[in-house]
């Protein structure tokens, strides 16, 4: 990380759409700084994606600023003092300085300010209350560096009075936990969490969604979903058993430099079963494409299961697809692997090349065919399909489109 008070110049800083930002906003006597994911992830040395910009500006002073700067404006968030700044195709979130003046969860009233010190405190952790300058002058009014040298997640001020700002905070404190915690969360804290996690359900799924498919996207969320379990704060999401041991089995066959996928991860971490799926797509509002994914890999036997017919596993295998089936093996050996240390060997690679191999086999013919050769249409030619994709797939899947009409034409008595 670098020293206190300065954050080295890096690329995201230098780059020409977001010093004309920068400058545009400071010839507009907005003193402009950098605040939130973009400062916190430069001082620890990860990838900045999202750059956001606050300024003491009202809103309308900074979209005029911009405005003689050449800059497109887009007021996305105008009320509560957010406009959005499109150079190079690149959008910029600047957002004014705000204090609260009533709290309604979510969605308090507030007020403009020019206190920057005021407005870091709205935030709901140490490490999002830092801002810099464009020159890399950094501004830390509540500690966020020094937490995040040491790992530590730490709530600005008041964890209760932070919390029941917005409950989702609660969620958002385990998923920076996960990212950057390498101190183990204060019994006070997670005293505090856990009275305060009933209040979960008043939270719309897709914000929960969010935060629980962010967290099992980290690199290793299994020391926090082992508090948040103990803790009992998942219990308030997903009501069924939860297994890490799974979970973790799975990690082991990720394959290295693989980025994670969180759906996956979930699956894990749920029962195996149909109505615990129903019920985590349920609660966050999971789409219909993510809940049948869920499904599928919450019951593996569906479609890997020893007394389907290689007709039926077929089947099976092509309407998921090659990615979710290969899926749906490797959760399947987490399964059989939780209780122990196995790493997983070519057994499981071969298991995969296989049925994926399987899912992305194609029948070579199709129902124009059959009409071609002048059978009719309705129930019978799909019974007549079906037949000949049954003996297709008992042949090992490889007879030839001739061969398939061939056997067409025989079950038809079409000369």
């Known amino acids: 990380m670098s020293a206190p008070g300065r954050i080295a110049s890096q690329v995201w800083m230098r780059d020409q759409a977001t010093q004309r930002v920068m400058a545009a906003l400071d010839a507009a006597g907005a003193a402009p700084r950098f605040v939130g994911g973009c400062v916190r992830d430069a001082l620890s040395g990860r990838p900045v994606k999202d750059i956001d910009i606050a300024t003491p500006l009202t809103p309308r002073e900074v979209m005029a600023g911009l405005k003689t700067a050449g800059i497109k404006t887009v007021p996305t968030g105008i009320a509560h003092g957010t406009v959005t700044a499109i150079v190079e195709h690149t959008p910029f979130e600047i957002t004014t300085l705000r204090v609260d003046v009533e709290s309604y969860g979510r969605h308090a009233k507030v007020a403009f300010t020019d206190d920057w010190v005021a407005d870091s405190a709205r935030r709901d952790l140490t490490i999002n209350a830092l801002s810099c300058e464009a020159d890399g002058t950094l501004h830390d009014p509540f500690g966020g560096a020094e937490d995040l040298r040491a790992g530590r997640i730490r709530f600005v001020g008041d964890a209760l009075a932070r919390i029941r700002e917005d409950t989702l ?34 939270l719309s799924g897709e914000r929960v969604r969010e935060e629980i498919l962010k967290l099992l996207s980290a690199p290793d969320p299994l020391p926090t979903i082992a508090i948040m379990i103990a803790q009992g704060i998942l219990r308030e999401i997903f009501p069924g058993t939860l297994d890490p041991a799974v979970l973790r089995a799975l990690m082991r066959a990720e394959a290295p430099g693989e980025a994670p996928d969180s759906l996956h991860r979930l699956a894990a971490l749920i029962e195996a079963d149909a109505h615990a799926a129903r019920q985590a797509a349920e609660r966050l509002r999971l789409s219909n494409k993510q809940a049948k994914a869920l499904a599928a890999l919450a019951e593996p036997e569906r479609v890997l299961g020893p007394d389907l017919t290689p007709h039926r596993r077929w089947r099976a295998h092509r309407d998921l697809g090659p990615d979710l089936i290969g899926a749906v093996v490797r959760l399947d050996w987490a399964r059989h692997h939780a209780g122990d240390n196995t790493a997983p060997g070519p057994a499981l690679s071969h298991a995969m090349a296989e049925a994926k191999a399987l899912a992305g086999r194609i029948f070579p013919i199709r129902g124009a065919d059959a009409l071609e050769l002048g059978i009719a249409t309705g129930p019978a030619l799909g019974n007549l399909l079906e037949a000949v994709e049954i003996w297709w797939a008992e042949k090992g899947f490889k007879a030839t489109r001739a061969q398939c009409l061939d056997r067409l034409k025989i079950l038809a008595g079409t000369p």
């Open 169 to 202: 905070r609660l969620l958002r404190y385990f998923r920076f936990q996960a990212y950057f915690g390498r101190e183990a969360p204060d019994d006070e804290t997670l005293a505090i969490i856990a009275d305060e996690a009933p209040n979960l359900h008043r």
